[in-house]
């Protein structure tokens, strides 16, 4: 199946490059010079989108938002492309849900380089409206024997059903968060360095740096209230999840 994008960034010139060389990578690439314009669209039918932040009336930051909050959409990964380059706007931009952050300038080869990292460690997540299926086979869970919850009090992980509660109350989170999650509970008080998180829940994706690790650990606390003070930094070394 040839994977399909949506290009939305208000410089014409630059999508039309875009679509070109995306397209000459072996992709089906639409554009859309504004987050109204890419409204109009089936959103449905994209296998990721490629956002430009700084866009009239409605920004890039607030379409993503939009596409995270579509029950439909939300599991398609979007990479923000933006001449904005503070940790404060990449922070944002990841707090939204984004996969990756492409600060402009920037070669056309290191956008397809990671727009296909993102498609392959996302592969598992995202099976398109129209039936069809994803390139690659879903990623089978890792569990410790026959386990079919793992918990600590009243924070519970299905892991037949991939569902995560705390009492009664369903949270909401994604694949990697989910896994993350999984594992700190599995070793409670056991300290995780950032390579051996991305080793454990990225497959040792060589795209992926201490940032990404970080973001996904302060989403997860945000996520795991009362219980985000158990997920603890480890300064200088990495995370644990504490039983005490």
């Known amino acids: 199946m040839i994977e399909k994008i949506l290009v939305v960034d208000d410089e014409e010139d630059l999508c039309e490059i875009l679509q070109y060389?995306?397209?000459q990578a072996g992709y089906l690439v639409d554009v859309a010079y504004s987050a109204e314009e890419a409204l109009k669209e089936d959103l449905t039918k994209y296998r990721l989108f490629l956002l430009d932040v700084m866009m009239g009336e409605?920004?890039?930051?607030k379409l993503g938002a939009m596409i995270k909050s579509n029950e439909q959409t939300?599991?398609?990964?979007?990479?923000?492309l933006t001449a904005k380059d503070t940790e404060t706007d990449k922070l944002r931009g990841?707090?939204?849900?984004?996969?990756?952050?492409?600060s402009k300038p920037f070669s056309i080869n290191e956008v397809i380089a990671r727009v296909k990292a993102v498609i392959k460690r996302t592969s598992y997540a995202v099976t398109p409206s129209n039936n069809t299926t994803a390139t690659e086979e879903p990623e089978v869970e890792k569990t410790e024997g026959d386990e079919t919850t793992i918990a600590y009090e009243t924070l519970v992980l299905n892991m037949s059903n991939k569902i995560a509660t705390i009492g009664s109350t369903e949270i909401n989170l994604t694949k990697k968060e989910f896994e993350l999650l999984a594992l700190f509970l599995r070793k409670k008080d056991t300290v995780f360095t950032r390579e051996q998180l991305i080793e454990a829940v990225w497959n040792g994706d060589s795209e992926m740096s201490d940032r990404t690790i970080d973001v996904n650990i302060t989403r997860l606390r945000k996520k795991i209230e009362p219980y985000n003070k158990h997920l603890v930094t480890r300064q200088g070394y990495g995370y644990y999840f504490s039983s005490k």
């Open 21 to 23: 060389n995306l397209e």
């Open 58 to 61: 409605i920004s890039g930051f």
């Open 74 to 80: 939300k599991n398609t990964p979007i990479i923000y």
């Open 94 to 102: 990841f707090d939204i849900g984004a996969d990756d952050y492409i």
